[in-house]
């Protein structure tokens, strides 16, 4: 069998931005490290997007940054001047064709294509075993979601963000590639939060995705047919589907960080990393993944890692609201775009700003509901 120092069970956007600065660093050339993935990254499978104010390690993985944004719904369209921030979209492949680029130099990392099907650990050693090998490990990083642990309990509300995208070249010059569709909620609602996000890249064509904050995911027709009901609104009449893709992920606040232990620690989805109020990633795992690797080199304890903030508490109170009445979802983003100041909502949403700041944006959300939001929480709290 053989031993590692390190072990990553999964390859996900949290582990490979970790062991990418885990290389850059220069602190861990002696340590051995083992990638495991069913999935060899191999296919452009997703897309992510994060806003910025200044370049970034991730620049060679950026394919389009807009300096304009739109959020819209049914009665007001609002153009944002995003200054001075950017809004980045990073395609999956060029992420990952980064990240394995960097690990190919490194004689002490390997990467296998390779199933996980179980995780033991004991005292001082975590043995992995997949669908042909056996490995044991120092230390693990776990980002294999299991979705009961979070599912099956009711302390703690659980969201999906689901969607499903369409990257289309329309024959007309339709897209504006100055600007991206941040939020559109002109679509019908149906009882949940439902919105249309618009990443154009040249004036024909543009990655269009359906997406939800809700409970329960669509059927595929669903999602597809709202999307071609939106691209026939936008006067698009000819058009060729370039590329697809979907996705789901969980919004809660659920203490994932709890079932970290002296060696094994839960990142990503697994461990809490996406933001659970808006479920942006790409940010989140950049900046906990630093934290991480900065934690490596002087702490041994993964039950250390993770610190609460007052931003877990200001999503669990729109999580609960989105929870007991999904249709609110368009009015409370709605409020706060109308009005607000773009730069101080986006440094809200990266758990920037000071407590000054957080009152100046949650008071253009609608106070009573989020007052309510706190006497339910607090309620629960006592159960």
Known sequence: MKHFDYIFTGTGLSAMMTVYKMMQSGKFNNKRILLLDENTKKTNDRTWCFWAKEEVIWEKSI???WDLALFA???FRRNLDLKPYQYNMVKGLDF???VFDLIAKQENITFLNQKVTAIEESENLILIQTDSESFSCSKLFNSIYTKQKVENQT??????QHFIGWFIKSEQEIFNPDQATFMDFSVEQKGNTRFMYVLPTSKTEAL???TLFSHNHLEKAEYETEIENYIQNLGISNYEI?????GSIPMTCYPFWKLNTKNVINIGTSGGWTKASTGYTFKNSDRKSTELVTFLQTETDFTKF??????WFYDLLLLDILDRKNELGSSI????FKKGNPTLIFKFLDEETSLKEDIQVILKCPKMLFIKAIFQVAFKAMK
């Open 63 to 65: 394919s389009k940054k």
């Open 73 to 75: 719904n049914k009665n």
């Open 208 to 210: 269009l995705e359906y």
């Open 306 to 311: 993770h610190k609460i903030t007052k931003f």
């Open 155 to 160: 302390k703690y509300p659980v969201l999906q």
């Open 96 to 98: 990952y064709n980064q």
């Open 242 to 246: 370039i590329e697809k893709e979907k």
């Open 333 to 336: 983003f709605s409020s706060m």
